[in-house]
């Protein structure tokens, strides 16, 4: 009988592992609080912390330090779009799987701090090179920038997703496949084992077996002590339609992107970046900075556009789940969490902070591998 995983979270991090583990012969069945719906029903109060559906969501390729830093998140990232690509072009016309393809355009301008060691080191060798394989890649040169403030410039190929669309069908497809769903809230990760007991769901008929946890519940269940805290951002949707994802970084540290969605889902057009800060509420006057740095960075936005303007379907407010040291993506032995006292395992993958989209199937791969490593290892000391 194939071995039991129960992946907390159905975030696009959760769902992913969901679908990996399933695709590696897993049994998994997936516990969350919130599940992928229409986004247009989400009422941002009551979904704040539910990172994945205010996402933009794009790919930006964060080049590695020389030194070597950055280099795993870049190799999740190179993951998750050879990943996006194989989805997009198996499927049919009718697929709803939520991704596009398209260019993607960084701007930065003089004195923004990541000249100095990301981009002011990349050069178009290196981001061709075998190690970082940046696909499409191109340096920009000071024609083709929107004005004299950017210093940096570069374009290269990327996929966006519209998040709640290809959530939804990875949740469809992991259902379709044989997975199992429970919309359970949980106090600590150790629950999922003393629930499987009880539950019919969880436990695929009441006093089920978990052979593994996965928890992919975007903060972790450490709280401050475990260095997780929201990284707060205001976007705008707009009904404009855009022809590339747009990212300009502005010396005072600031942003402003644009991120189109397709599937009807419009362009959001951000964003702040604010560490700690826990206000759930819009500001209108962040819209209209916001719409304002991306009419001047990118003119075509509002090409053809009814009144030469953005037409605002909403406001979105959002929390990434940050961690100060970066992403967990580990295992750890949870001493008597099994009935009758034996240890429960449980893989974290949590903490992805602004970049859950690009790097999920890497994330997902990892996961894959951890549970597959404990299970051999579990086997053979039992053997
Ligand atoms: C404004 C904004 C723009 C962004 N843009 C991008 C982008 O362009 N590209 C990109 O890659 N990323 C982007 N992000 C970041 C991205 O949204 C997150 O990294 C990603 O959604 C994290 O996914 P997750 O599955 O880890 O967490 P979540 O989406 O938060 O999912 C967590 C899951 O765990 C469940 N859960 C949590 N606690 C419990 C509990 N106690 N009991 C039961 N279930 C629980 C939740 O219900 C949910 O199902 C952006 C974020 C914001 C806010």
Redesign the pocket.
Known sequence: MAKHIVV????????SAAVALQEAGYDVTI?????PGPAETFDGLQHI????????????WVPPLPSGEGLREHRFALTTFARMRALASAATESTAHGITFMKGIEYVDTGAAVLADVYGLLTEARAQSAELAMPGFRLLGADDFPDARVAWGCEYDTWCVN?MVYCAFLLRRFVFRGGRVAR????AVAEVFALAAADAVVGRGGGGVVDAVVN????G?GGPEDGVFP?????CLVANACDATVTRQHADGSWTFC?PRGFEGGT?V??TKEPDSWDPLPSLAVRERLLGSMAATYPRILEGAAGGDFTVIRD??????TRKAGLRLEGELLPGAVAGGGDGFVMH??G?????????WGVAEGVVTGVREYLEARASSTA
């Open positions: 907390i979270g159905a975030g696009v991090v959760g769902l516990v969350a609080r919130d599940f912390n539910f990172s994945s559906p205010w996402a933009g969501a794009h790919n930006r998040p359970r809230e949980l106090r992919a519940s975007g903060v269940f990284t707060r951002g205001q976007t991120v959001i951000g964003g979105v407010v959002g929390r990434r789940p993958a949590y992805l902070g602004g970049r859950g989209y690009e790097l999920s």
